[in-house]
T-cell receptor, first 115, second 116 residues
Framework: DGGITQSPKYLFRKEGQNVTLSCEQN?????MYWYRQDPGQGLRLIYY???????QKGDIAEGYSVSREKKESFPLTVTSAQKNPTAFYLC??????????????FGNGTRLTVT | AQSVSQHNHHVILSEAASLELGCNYS??????LFWYVQYPGQHLQLLLK??????LVKGIKGFEAEFIKSKFSFNLRKPSVQWSDTAEYFC??????????????FGAGTRLAVHP
């Protein structure tokens, strides 16, 4: 079955520590995205990547970093600079990033709790 | 700045009632429109989409949405809801900029609870 795998499902970290969230897709999609979902705020775009070795900041990139060394992988690092990191993080992919008719496919998400 | 507004954060209905969830966006150029649904414990799924053509689009499970360009709206409707429609619904808009760059913006979501 093709899809997007996010791991782990739940992640707990102490304040001040960096943490990396995994996202892998086997859909052969060019574009990948990271969103943050907070109650009452919908999904906000953190970073996105239209092709391998390229990525752009989204609306709330401060305190986050990404890499796109392989087409199927787009890990997100939540750094200690992120002031409010506790949230539900969703990874998504689409067939292309430049075509507007490519709906997103979503992973199941990772709930990060920082104490 | 571009934005997507969903007017109702929580909606409670009885089975067989009709549903309409509002979605408005703020951008005067080319857009493409989506509704996504997230059932309890599941990941986001595409419900329906509009790119061009007939402004009334039909999606899965009896849902439909109408694009009214003059009102910048893309409201979701279902004539008769079922308990299994209990979920959170997200409106999303792709802003199409010149040069091939596009940006996907989500609304805040509407939680629908359907009582038997």
């Amino acid at each position: 079955d093709g899809g997007i795998t996010q791991s782990p499902k739940y992640l707990f970290r102490k304040e001040g520590q960096n943490v990396t969230l995994s996202c892998e897709q086997n859909l052969n999609h060019d574009a990948m995205y990271w969103y943050r979902q907070d109650p009452g705020q919908g999904l906000r775009l953190i970073y996105y990547s239209q092709i391998v070795n390229d990525f752009q900041k989204g609306d709330i990139a401060e305190g986050y970093s990404v890499s796109r060394e392989k087409k199927e992988s787009f890990p997100l690092t939540v750094t200690s600079a992120q002031k409010n990191p506790t949230a539900f993080y969703l990874c998504a992919s689409s067939r292309t990033g430049s075509s507007y008719n490519s709906p997103l496919h979503f992973g199941n998400g990772t709930r990060l709790t920082v104490t | 700045a571009q934005s997507v507004s969903q007017h109702n954060h929580h909606v409670i209905l009885s089975e067989a009632a009709s549903l309409e969830l509002g979605c408005n966006y703020s951008y005067g150029g080319t857009v493409n429109l989506f509704w996504y649904v997230q059932y309890p414990g599941q990941h986001l799924q595409l419900l329906l989409k509009y790119f061009s053509g007939d402004p009334l689009v039909k999606g899965i499970k009896g849902f439909e949405a109408e694009f009214i360009k003059s009102k910048f709206s893309f409201n979701l409707r279902k004539p008769s809801v079922q308990w299994s429609d209990t979920a959170e619904y997200f409106c999303a808009v792709i802003i199409v900029f010149s040069g091939g760059y596009n940006k996907l913006i989500f609304g805040a979501g509407t939680r629908l609870a359907v009582h038997p």
